[in-house]
């Protein structure tokens, strides 16, 4: 059974930072690439970045050059550096492997980008 848990959300002011924290447990070894996603109020839930097990990472257009993903694999932690924040940064984040599957879906860490 695989278990992400996700840490380090708060409030921010724009242009603030905070780092997120995925924890995983469970039978991770097969999971070749994470992701890290948002849902903002009354939207659909979103990719934001994603990294193989590689290393290799992507982001989404609207947060690429501010946002940084990384992996520890001896903690089996992904983190999430949200830097120069922006109030359309707001929203309930999650870690799960890429593709999503349905059932890792955790709680979330709520974000809040104050303007």
């Known amino acids: 059974q695989v278990q992400f848990m996700e840490s380090g959300g708060g409030l921010v002011q724009a242009g603030g930072s905070l780092r997120l924290s995925c924890a995983a447990s469970g039978s991770i070894f097969g999971i070749n690439v994470m992701g890290w996603y948002r849902q903002a109020p009354g939207k659909q839930r979103e990719l934001v970045a994603t990294i193989t097990r590689l290393g290799s990472t992507d982001y989404a257009y609207s947060v690429k050059e501010r946002f940084t993903i990384s992996r520890d694999p001896a903690t089996n932690t992904v983190y999430l550096q949200m830097n120069n924040s922006k109030p359309q940064d707001t929203a309930i984040y999650y870690c799960?492997?890429?593709?999503?599957?349905?059932?890792?879906w955790g709680q979330g860490t709520q974000v809040t980008v104050s303007s």
């Open positions: 799960n492997q890429h593709p999503p599957r349905e059932m890792y």
